[in-house]
């Protein structure tokens, strides 16, 4: 019997408040497993918890920076203490900013590179050790089209995605004889918060240049739903997926084998 079922596992998914995260989360405690996440305030942990509830689902949230070790060991052991040790850990917070490279400041390349590959780093060091002595666990980190492909403005944001991949594999590779399996999951183009701006209609109601052009990109001529995720980031945290490592499963419509709508 395959075994998709989540029952009794804990999943922590980082930066789960609303987006991509809470619709993973929710399809996690779907599957049977007790809810975990944090975010950067308590207004948006408060506001996570309440959506959650709305849908029947008592989460646990934590007020937790990925980028501070700090207070993610803190995160990570008061879990431990109140609701169990982590099975299953999806990295997900994130940020982008859309900006020329030769325009970005130096900061701003650090901030995206901070949150989105050092903060996956942080938290996978901090869950590891007490996976090792369970003899199990499943990391799963948010990648991107940009894991694979460039684009103008988004510098900063391929190479953290892009290194993103690369320490998923690592991780896969150095911790795979512990029966911990670690992979990404890549979404295509999401309609979430984090990408809004692209698909805002213009002042005479058209379609934004960005929208119009990810539709003939993607094979499925629609933008993705966050609820198109769930059911593979089940698979990857399932026991279903013991012997997937190291891989990155895109979800994307078939943006990464389309070569694109020809114009008419
Ligand atoms: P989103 O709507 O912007 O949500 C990101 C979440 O992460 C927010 O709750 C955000 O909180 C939180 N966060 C940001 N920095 C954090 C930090 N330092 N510590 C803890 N939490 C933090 O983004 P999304 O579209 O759901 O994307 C989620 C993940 O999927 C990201 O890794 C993104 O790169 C990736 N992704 C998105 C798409 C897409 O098309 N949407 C496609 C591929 C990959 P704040 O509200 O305070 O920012
Ligand atoms: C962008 C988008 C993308 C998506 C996603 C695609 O500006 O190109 O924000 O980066 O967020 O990462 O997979």
């Known amino acids: 019997m395959i075994n998709f079922s989540l029952e009794g596992k804990v999943a922590l998914v980082t930066g789960a408040s609303y987006g991509i995260g809470f619709a993973l989360a929710t399809a996690y405690a779907n599957a049977g497993a007790k809810v975990v996440f ?12 309440a959506a959650y509830k ?4 008592e989460a646990h ?18 879990i431990e203490a109140e609701v169990g040790v ?17 325009e970005m400041s130096a900061a701003e390349f650090r ?19 007490a996976m090792m002595k369970k003899g199990h666990g499943k990391i799963i980190n948010i990648c991107s089209m ?46 979430t918060p984090q990408t809004a701006p692209l698909r805002e209609l213009q002042a005479d109601g058209s379609r934004h240049p960005f929208d ?20 593979p980031a089940v ?14 499963l895109y979800v994307d419509g078939g943006i990464l084998a389309y070569i694109g709508k020809q114009p008419k």
């Open 38 to 49: 944090n975010d950067i305030n308590q207004e948006l942990v408060n506001k996570g918890l």
């Open 86 to 102: 982590i099975d299953i850990l999806v990295n997900n917070a994130g940020i982008i900013k859309r900006v020329p490279m030769h």
């Open 146 to 191: 940009m894991s694979e492909l460039g684009r103008e403005t988004v510098s900063a944001y391929a190479a953290a995605k892009g290194g993103l991949k690369m320490l998923t594999r690592n991780i896969a590779s150095e911790y795979g004889e512990f029966n911990i399996q670690c992979n990404g999951l890549g979404p295509g183009y999401i309609a």
């Open 212 to 231: 119009s052009f990810i539709i003939a990109k993607t094979p499925a001529a629609r933008w993705g739903t966050p609820e198109d995720l769930a059911g």
């Open 61 to 78: 949230g934590y007020v937790c920076d990925v980028t501070n070790e700090d207070q993610v060991n803190a995160m990570v052991a008061q």
């Open 54 to 57: 709305e849908l029947g689902i």
């Open 111 to 129: 901030q995206v590179i901070d949150i989105d590959l050092n903060g996956p780093f942080i938290v996978a060091k901090a869950v590891i050790p």
């Open 235 to 248: 698979f990857l945290a399932s026991e279903a997926s013991n012997f997937v490592n190291g891989h990155v």
